[in-house]
Structure formats: C-alpha cells, structure tokens
C-alpha cells in the first residue's frame, strides 16, 4: 500500500524517469535495509549478511523492473486502444467529435466565436485533432506515452543502487560496528532521498524526509525484531 500510494503521488509531481529513480531507491533501501538489519540481528555473521542480502537485492530489483515494464506496457496499450478508438470515432462520425470539442471550450470559457475559430483550427488536420481529443478525454498527449524498457531500466538500476547501500558496511566493518553503520547509513540516506522527493514535487522537504525516515526505521525495527525471534525459535546461535 505504501509503495503504490507513493508511486501514485511522484507520478502527480515529476517525470517518468525521475519518478522511477525515486521510487527505485527507496524501495530497494527500505526492502534491503529491513532485510540486512534482520539477519545480522538473528545471526550475527557478516558472511551470511552479505550473501543474503546480495541475493534479496537482486532479486528485488528483477521483479521492480519486471513490475514496471508490465505496468507501463499495460498502462501504454490501453491508451493506445483508447487512442485508436477516438481515431475510428473522428473517421466515422466527425461531426459528433466536433460537437464535443465545442462543448469543452464553451466550458472552459470561451464565446461562440472563439469556439467556433478553435475547433476550424483543430479539427483541419486529424492528428492534431486526435491529439486535442486525446489530451482532453485522456488527460495524456501523444507524445507522453511511456517506454516500458526504457522505466524498467532505470527502476533495476535505480533499485540496485539503493539496495547496495545497506550492505556496504558489512564487507569492510565487523558485524556489530557495522549494523550501527547501515541503521546511521540507512537513515541518513533515506532522509536525504525524502527531501529530494519532496523538493521535486514541490511539497514540503522536512516533512517529505521525516517521513521517509519514518518508513525506514520501520524496516529496520521489524527487520531486527523478526531475526531475533527467529534465531531464538530455531537454535541459531548469535555470534558475540
């Protein structure tokens, strides 16, 4: 629910492209964050850390990249089929395609005349007509529609990056030196992402990043709570 309602709103304020930078690391520092500070919590072995949170990582990414081509190729062919189906409308029945555009611009405001000047000018040519259709039943111009490949790249780079960055203390720190690293490391970076957020969606970047920092922390209480109670319901022995 978090994710897609967040996704929802980056949408609203940004760019596709930005919007899936945003959306890819944060996801992947809150799933990796939770991840790793749970396991070195219930098994306190930097090794095991590490290659579980490589393969958590990886995975995560694949199936946000995955995710996001689908739903981008799905949002882009429904569109085109509502595109597709304006087109046919304007061939068969131009007069009724008129007739909507002058109730929009007499809506809008617009006298008789105007109306009338507007819809001579748009409908002269039929792309520009089906463009001035589709940007107002579609709330989309043409030119807008997204790539699905070109998303679902930047969403496995994007989630890998964020993902990373929780386990880089534990390939250099010893395991207690570095849990308190990532926890400081996890925070800090997601406060900064918050803020970045915030700043491109014009809301206000304190709250945007104390939120953001909210979720994290979160992650990680649960994330630790759940290693501990699975390393004592299993007899796995935490190393001091």
């Known amino acids: 629910m978090f994710r897609w309602k967040h996704r929802h709103s980056l949408e609203e304020g940004i760019g596709p492209f930005m919007r899936e930078v945003i959306f890819g690391l944060e996801d992947g520092m809150v799933s990796s964050g939770g991840v790793t500070i749970g396991i070195a919590a219930g098994t306190g072995d930097s090794r095991i850390v590490v290659l579980s949170g490589f393969v958590v990582v990886v995975v995560e990414a694949l199936s946000m990249a995955s995710g996001s081509y689908l739903s981008t190729k799905s949002a882009r062919q429904v569109i085109e089929n509502k595109v597709e189906r304006a087109r046919k409308q304007i061939a068969d029945d131009p007069n009724k395609k ?11 405001g617009f006298d008789t005349a105007e109306t009338e000047a507007l819809i001579q000018l748009m409908t002269s040519d039929h792309e520009v007509w089906l463009e001035e259709i589709s940007c107002k ?45 990532t926890v400081v490391l996890f925070l800090v970076t997601l406060f900064a992402i918050g803020w970045w957020k915030a700043g491109k969606t014009n809301t206000s970047t304190w709250k945007g990043a104390f939120e953001m920092m909210t979720v994290a922390a979160s992650a990680g209480i649960v994330g630790f709570i759940i290693g501990k109670v699975v390393a004592i319901l299993t007899g796995i022995e935490v190393v001091a």
């Open 98 to 108: 008129r007739e909507e555009l002058r109730e929009i611009y007499l809506r809008r």
């Open 137 to 181: 039943d579609l709330g989309v111009g043409l030119h807008e529609l997204e790539q699905g490949k070109g998303n679902a790249l930047v969403m496995w780079l994007a989630n890998m990056a964020g993902g990373i960055i929780p386990l880089v203390p534990f390939l250099f720190l010893p395991i207690h030196m570095a849990v308190v690293t």
